[in-house]
């Protein structure tokens, strides 16, 4: 592979989250570096989509410590994680259901359009152009996941498995430099899960888009991440590389269960 | 200060009257998560409903039962009509589909039962209680205690009902989780359709009260519209929310209602009466803002 | 001509993203267009100017701004008839009060005073949603209402706050017959469409339903949901404020604030369920259809009594509309929540294939 991994871009120190008297997270630190494939596993329940919630600020956490682009802060925005690169898919999907694809996707580039609500009313000179020219990079987006057919299809009449390809659609489209992606491959039949795994490496690979993802099919996991962690009850049970992980009794008896 | 309990007093005992629709709009809500906008219509239909049949020539206690009934009827058709149809649709659409309800019912009792303003007398007059205007010079309404007593028994009688009985408990799981009660068997729709009845019932114990205060009339359905910011107060799914909500509305109103108009005029002069038409609402919408799920109400945690 | 795409392709993105791509719905809509400015004002009488046209035009008009709300940025709202009475309030207040003041200026001014309205009530917003935000909005209704009816300043010191608007003139041209001021509304309106429509195909209109469809997933691309919301209120009171002053300056002429009831806020919540929640199209045919069906049942129903024998009167009437309206909202939510517009959209389509089914 072309993509050399690079420095740590991304440190979470001691990160601990709790709702109410329920403790979510308790303790956590890992690190995410440049262009690499991290994955968060475990089992239902142990705080993995919660750590997504974490890094891109949905959630702020009590306790603990964000390094991120070499600043100390307690928690993350989700505006400034949008703006710094962010970009994320949902275990439940989260499209805007009644908007097209086309739609969906160019929402995905909000962040990236400067023009106001009274240039877009006239329609006039620069928001026509930036509107075009986002249309453009959307168009790239659509062409490289294959989803061209159903452009201006309403997402809601969609099967599950085109709504999830949509979905990272409007992840890419925000050119991410950092891709959280939460159960991509869940539901999905053999032959979905193939192309989605091929869009995943073919992302981190074409654009050096550093991926942290959760998924529970192991054989999927072990293959193409480059780094495990692995959480059980909100906490840290193991951490490094596939064969590493693969091999860790505690990780084996909370989740693997047999050795692979 | 013997000034301000009276009107403290005459507002909380009043702010019952919100508790009892607002109990209605509770019931509803916790069963079907529908938020019932013509539950302030109900009240004015089950008036009429009593007054109407009294006019046939009912006696008070049968048009009692014959307006229960029809309520129970207007439940049935509800859930049968509308929500069955709606199932799969957005809250905030059933909410409008009910907005549309009211409309209905607000064209559908005057025309059944005439729309002229009517006395409806079940015995009770409004009059201060003797002993308390000697020994403490405050007015309190009798008919106003004896309507909050009936209200309260209400109350308790709902909480037996919601305790002790088998649909009760059907109706509190129906409450916690629709699918998990279908799937152990319970007939989610006649659920359903009971809830609108029990609904139907606090509607009619409701309209009876206002109504002999105020006379039936179309105005009953503004009037329940207070409900609403009573809600918010209290929190959507809690019936002592409801309650407590009542009164703080009733009182807050009626306190503002005397003592801010004369501040007003006093800055820009002229006649500044008819606070109460607003006060609740524009309450409940600064309380919002600082405790969204209201008094009682859970605080809502979104997952993603 | 047949309804048909087929052979109109589009070589740029350009032509893919107008507002009518199709070359037969430009051609309609241009057609539409040339009769309501060249046909109408030459044919209809002033019943149909005062009674029919000048009404839908600003219903419209008003429909949209609670369109762009409630149907595209999710935020259902109660209390658009108040934020009407702040645009035809300010619009009086502003020609009574300023010497040689332009009137279409006053009308945009009626219309920011209702933005600015509409977002102090759309604060909320950001904290609450749904029925919540519902109940919030009739806080605006009753209040509004209200303060236009106890403060004399706002009305000029006439009593219960009824005001009578001077005369429309704008540059020496006196609007005084009907099919004048039917023109000057519907220059009006169309533009306002016009931007309207620009906006919810843009991407502060992508950022609303990206708010009303999914707000989480909304923040997480980075749209600021404040700015957003509060946006979408002051959009919308701007829209329902300019109809509010149209309805004072150039159809009823004089009016007090309990014209601008909780009722009329319902009717216009009523057009948009019927005509089509997020559609500007549906705004209008909402509108057309709320407003023409009372006078419908008025002319049919007595019709129909008589014809049966029955004994009618005319509060009847009105309990029969009451009716009738409640069960179109309940009907067309249960069997098409997007409305005529959808409707119209699903004929469009079962057009474009015709004669064959698929």
Known sequence: ?260 | MQFFFEVLIGGLLSGVMYSLVALGFVLIFKASGVFNFAQGAMVYFAALSVVGCMEKGAPLWLALILAFGIMTLLGIATEKFVLRKMVNQPPIALFMATIGLSFFIDGFAPLLWGNEVRPLDIGLVDEPIPWILDSYNIVVSKFDLVAAGLALALVALLALFFQYTRVGRALRAVADDHQAALSIGIPLQHIWALVWAVAGFVALVAGMLWGSRNGVQFALTFTALKALPVLILGGFTSVPGAIVGGLIIGASEKLAEIYIPPVLAGWFGGNFGGIEGWFPYVMALLFLLVRPEGLFGEKHIDRV | MIYRETGQFKTSYAADQQIFPIRQDRVGIGILLAVAFLVVPAVAGNYWFNAILIPFLIFSLAALGLNILTGYAGQLSLGSAAFMAVGAYAAYNFQVRVEGMPVLLSFVLAGLTAAGVGILFGLPSLRIKGFYLAVATLAAQFFIVWCLTKFPYLSNNSSSGVISVPGVEILGFKFDTPASRYLLVLSIVVALALLAKNMVRSSTGRAWMAVRDMDVAAEVIGIRLMRTKLLAFAVSSFYCGVAGALYAFCYLGSVEPDGFSLDLSFKILFMIIVGGVGSIMGSFLGAAFILLLPIFLDISLPALAGLLGLPFDGATVSHIQLMVFGALIMFFLIVEPHGLARLWQIGKEKLRLWPFPH
């Open chain 1, 1 to 260: 592979m072309a993509r050399q991994i690079g420095d740590v871009i991304l440190d979470l120190r001691n990160i601990s989250l709790s709702f109410g008297g329920v403790k979510a997270l308790t303790d956590i630190s890992f690190d995410v570096r440049e262009h690499e494939i991290r994955a968060i596993i475990g089992p239902n329940g142990a705080g993995k989509s919660s750590m997504l919630n974490v890094i891109n600020g949905v959630y702020h956490p009590q306790q603990g410590e964000i390094i991120f682009q070499g600043a100390h802060r307690k928690d993350m925005n989700t505006h400034e994680a949008a703006a710094a690169g962010f970009a994320r898919t949902f275990q439940n999907i989260a499209l805007f259901k009644g908007m097209s694809v086309l739609d969906n996707l160019m929402t995905g580039r909000n962040l990236k359009m400067r023009c106001n609500f009274l240039q877009h009313a006239l329609w006039w000179g620069a928001a026509k152009r930036e509107e075009l020219a986002h249309r453009r990079k959307v168009e790239e987006v659509i062409d490289f996941l294959e989803i061209e057919h159903i452009r201006k299809t309403p997402v809601g009449r969609l099967p599950y498995g085109l709504q999830k390809r949509v979905e990272l659609g409007r992840a890419l489209a925000a050119e991410p430099s950092m891709l959280l992606l939460d159960e991509p491959m869940a539901g999905m039949n053999v032959e979905e899960k193939q192309d989605m795994c091929r869009f995943i490496l073919d992302v981190n690979d074409q654009f050096g888009t550093t991926i942290v993802l959760i998924e529970h099919d192991m054989g999927v996991v072990m293959d193409i991440s480059d780094r495990v962690v692995v959480l059980d009850y909100g906490k840290k049970i193991g951490d490094g590389v596939p064969d590493e992980v693969k091999n860790n009794p505690e990780v084996i008896a909370a989740y693997l269960g047999t050795q692979h």
